[in-house]
């Protein structure tokens, strides 16, 4: 083979290597939670003002590992059995409220799959949105030493949308974001 051939090969296999290196990598571990302010009555609540809804995206490899944790052993996680142990899961280890003493009653909705990722649905009922939001989401830190819990707070201001993020690893547990 000729030395032209081979640099050529070579510098190939090294092209190919290094856009193959992204696909291969370490996906991080995070649960990704979205709080959003919502006015008016809910099918649980017809008499309410409003509310936050919570959904909380886990990625199914994570969720399988949640589940155990759970109790669930080894169940697919299209099982209602599994996604109730998840949703209950989940429901120790999240809280929002006026402040860490003083949380607000969340009620777990369900939970439910799509392609790769296994969703929590939540809601609190509340008669006006607070200025101060306290938030502590634990989950899946018991079992990753890497974990990153992103929350995103929408709630609307005038005709935009006010948006605050908080980040979460392990060892840490609540956490108070403005919301004015």
């Known amino acids: 083979m000729r030395l032209c051939n081979r640099r050529a090969l070579l510098v190939g296999a090294l092209g190919v290597a290094a856009l193959a290196g992204p696909a291969l990598a370490h996906r991080q571990r995070a ?23 919570v959904v909380h995206r886990l990625h199914g490899h ?25 949703a209950l899961y989940v429901e120790g280890r999240f809280g929002i409220g006026r402040s860490p003493t003083a949380p607000y009653p969340l009620a777990t909705l369900g939970a439910e799959t799509a392609a790769r990722e296994v969703f929590v649905y939540q809601e609190a009922v509340l ?24 929350v995103n707070i929408e709630r609307p201001q005038g005709d935009a949308a006010l948006t605050r993020s908080l980040q979460f690893k392990p060892g840490e547990e609540w956490k108070t974001v403005s919301l004015s």
């Not at 008669?127 to 990153?148: G, H, K, S, W, Y």
């Open 31 to 53: 649960v990704l939670t979205t709080i959003a302010w919502r006015k008016g009555p809910t099918p649980t609540a017809p008499q309410a003002l409003g509310r936050f809804d």
């Open 62 to 86: 994570d969720a399988e590992v949640a589940l155990r944790l759970a109790g669930g052993g080894n169940q697919p996680l299209d099982a209602l059995e599994a996604q109730a142990r998840l």
């Open 127 to 150: 008669a006006d949105p607070p200025t101060l939001l306290a938030v502590r989401n634990v989950i899946m830190t018991e079992a990753f030493a890497d974990q990153i819990n992103q």
